[in-house]
């Protein structure tokens, strides 16, 4: 089946540094990826939209210059949190695409859990 | 964008019970309804789903049915078991996901 891989798994990072999150479809390409961010005890909030060779779409709300999005390849996306502060620690988890399959299944990468102190 | 509203948020019922869990959405294009369950730290994970051109769809003790006029789609569970316990989240889906608020489930045994 799908397989999503997204490291790392959690990350500890000091106020003002910048945290780079990787999502990568393993036995299938992905288009598209989808880049979501959780709060404790909250849902699953859409971020962007992230299309491979183009720029990523950024729901209303999400600063593009903080969260910066780079699909460069069909099995690879990246979240870069820049200037990361307290208030941006969060879970952290991507979703894939695979056109391959008949429903358009999404698969999710295991999630990130950032922390900054 | 897409509103997905989801009740109740917080659900207790008795080993062995029903559960319902209640979505609606906004965009009447939206044609693909999966439900998911996260445990805590986990990733969600695809229980059950539904598109816009099926009414009703049943999986075991899971069954999900959806009503395109009135928008608004529920996740079933019979016969719950402890292992039930879980957060569930509903999504309505053209492409990308917008998800429901959550429904934290707890089967007592």
């Known amino acids: 089946g799908a397989v999503v891989s997204q490291h790392p798994s959690w990350v500890i990072c000091k106020s003002g540094t910048s945290v780079k999150i990787e999502c990568r479809s393993l036995?299938?390409?992905?288009?598209?990826m989808f880049w979501y961010r959780q709060f404790p005890k909250q849902s699953l909030m859409l971020m962007a939209t992230?299309?491979?060779?183009?720029?990523?779409?950024?729901e209303q709300g999400v600063e593009k210059d903080k969260f910066l999005i780079n699909h460069a390849s069909l099995t690879l996306s990246t979240l870069t949190v820049t200037s990361a502060h307290p208030e941006d620690s969060s879970f952290y988890i991507c979703?894939?695409?695979?056109?391959?399959?008949?429903?358009?299944?999404?698969?999710f990468g295991s999630g990130t859990r950032l922390t900054v102190v | 964008g897409e509103n997905v509203e989801q009740h109740p948020s917080t659900l207790s019922v008795q080993e062995g019970d029903s559960a319902v869990i209640k979505c609606t959405y906004s965009?009447?294009?939206?044609?693909?309804f999966p439900w998911y369950k996260q445990e805590l730290g986990k990733r969600p994970q695809l229980i059950i789903d539904?598109?816009?051109?099926?009414g009703e769809k049943k999986d075991q003790r899971i069954a999900v049915t959806l009503n395109k006029t009135a928008k608004h789609f529920s996740l079933h569970i019979t016969e719950t078991q402890p292992e039930d316990s879980a957060v569930y989240f509903c999504?309505?889906?053209?492409?990308?996901?917008?998800f429901g608020t959550g429904t934290s489930l707890t089967v007592i045994p």
């Open positions: 979703s894939a695409m695979d056109r391959g399959r008949a429903n358009y299944g999404y698969t």
């Open positions: 036995d299938f390409q992905a288009t598209t």
């Open positions: 992230s299309n491979e060779g183009s720029k990523a779409t950024y």
């Open positions: 965009d009447s294009a939206s044609n693909y």
């Open positions: 539904i598109r816009s051109n099926v």
């Open positions: 999504a309505a889906s053209i492409r990308q996901f917008y």
